[in-house]
């Protein structure tokens, strides 16, 4: 991180502080599991798609995973860390393997869609703790992951408009060096 | 010397609070400030809720407003680099921020016609205009912040030493020493 420099640093802090914010406040009475990987995967995406550092969302995801800890949110204790840094991990090694991954939906999809399959080692490691049957454990896994794809899907296909946009204004970039003075000065140039 | 001014850490208004499959709420219109410095009784018998109302005090609101953010950064620099704890830090005190700004270009959008009120969001069609017009222009106030954040700590020479070695509040006693941590032994 010393070598990110801090205007980016602090942009990957907001990504976290925001999967953070949303658990809290969206907490959406859908009587559905895995809906918060909707904006845990989206703002990891935004983290890598905005700040050209390689492991910029597992360190968003790492970011957030101490900042729920230390807030107190959920009933996991520490295992929420590598719940939230996974994701980012899958997510840094897809812009890695795939360099045109935040132009394409497709790709966005199937990368949101392995990040948010790591929801089942996550579950999986809580009911071993728990010390439940292997089946059920193994078939509760499988369910909590299936039902956090279709969000983290949802979430790939969310975020292609979003940086397809802030690259559209300059903002998107190696590095992002621009912000909302510099668009102002530049349509103020223009006029 | 002056009298210090009575600031609302907490504030309820209102507040209603119901268990899923209970059926009713268990709160009902519960308005209360608790103050700086104050402090109060939750009485009552068993079952009227008293667990629930605590409950409700979200930690992390109660965390963020009672705990000033040399002491965040503190208490994250025990277990973090501390130019790790310091974003974190910084971040989470300038949520507020975000938050207020966050509204007023919802409320803006909303005034220009944009369907992103939660009631619009029922038709997924819409969600294409809460990405549009909200999430984009929070992303771009978001980098502005932290740009300005950024030269902001600059100006202020951070980053010239790699660790805090004293703390506001902290007073170095005769005998003690900071580790390398910038912790006090």
Redesign the interface.
């Known amino acids: ?2 070598h990110l ?14 999967i ?2 949303f658990r ?1 406040v969206l907490r959406l ?1 859908l009587h559905i599991s895995g809906h918060a990987m909707l904006f845990t995967v989206f703002f990891l995406f ?1 983290a890598r798609g ?1 700040v050209d550092y390689r492991g910029a969302s597992s360190l968003t995801g790492l ?1 957030a995973g ?2 729920a800890f ?4 959920g009933k996991s204790g520490p295992i929420l860390i590598p719940a939230f840094v996974l994701p980012g991990m899958v997510i840094d090694l897809g812009a890695l393997l795939l360099p045109g991954l935040f132009r394409s939906r497709t790709l966005c999809v199937l990368v949101a869609a392995i990040a948010s399959a790591t929801k089942f080692i996550m579950t999986l490691a809580q009911d071993l703790l728990l010390g439940m049957d292997k089946k059920v454990m193994v078939q509760h896994a499988a369910f909590e992951a299936g039902t956090a794809m279709l969000f983290g899907i949802v979430a790939g296909l ?1 975020v292609v ?2 940086i397809r ?2 690259k559209a ?1 300059g ?1 998107v970039g190696q590095p ?1 060096r621009k ?3 510099d ?1 102002q000065q530049k349509e103020g140039k223009k006029e | 010397m002056g009298v210090e001014p009575m600031i609302d850490v907490i504030r309820f208004n209102d507040f209603s609070y119901a268990y899923q499959d209970a059926g009713g709420q268990v709160l009902h219109g519960i308005t209360l400030a608790i103050r700086s410095g104050e402090c109060h009784c939750l009485g009552g018998t068993t079952g009227s809720c008293k667990t629930s109302l605590a409950l409700a005090f979200l930690p992390g609101m109660v965390f963020v407003k009672i705990v000033p953010e040399a002491r965040i950064v503190q208490m994250f620099s025990a277990v973090l680099p501390y130019r790790m704890a310091f974003i974190m830090a910084t971040c989470l005190n300038f949520l507020p921020l975000l938050l207020a700004e966050m509204k007023s270009i919802q409320e803006g959008q909303v005034l220009r016609g944009a369907k992103i009120l939660p009631k619009d969001l029922v038709n997924p069609l819409n969600w294409l205009d809460v990405i549009h017009c909200l999430v984009v222009p929070v992303m771009i106030q978001t980098m502005n912040l932290s740009a300005q954040i950024a030269l902001a700590a600059k100006a202020r020479d951070f980053g010239m030493v790699g660790q805090r070695t004293s703390w506001p509040g902290e007073v170095k006693e005769e005998g003690q020493s900071f580790n390398n941590k910038g912790i006090m032994q």
């Open positions: 991180m010393t420099p801090l205007k980016e640093s602090l942009f990957l802090g907001f990504c976290a502080v925001f953070l914010l809290v009475h935004l905005c970011l101490l900042g230390a807030l107190g949110l969310l408009p979003v946009r802030l204004y903002l992002m912000t909302l003075d668009i």
